[in-house]
């Protein structure tokens, strides 16, 4: 379980980096969604994944999402 936790971390770290293409350490909205639509992203859930995105972003009072918001956004993403 451990092991799987780790591989977890280890993509989601990939995927976080992947999208972060300024390098700033934190996720726009417009990176996001980007990056969503790129990689197949579903265009109709577009406006779900940008309300996930903003409801984990703006709870510390700044519009972006650092690694570890960005994991909260994942488990979000998977209960809708």
Do not use: H, M, P, Y
């Amino acid at each position: 379980e451990e092991l799987n936790r780790q591989e977890e971390k280890s993509t989601i770290d990939l995927v976080f980096d992947e999208i972060d293409v300024d390098n700033s350490g934190d996720l726009t909205s417009t990176e996001f969604s980007d990056w969503w639509l790129k990689n197949g992203g579903d265009e109709n859930r577009l406006e779900t994944v940008q309300q996930a995105f903003q409801i984990i972003a703006t709870r510390d009072g700044n519009t972006t999402v650092s690694i570890e918001e960005f994991r909260e956004v994942q488990i979000l993403l998977a209960a809708l």
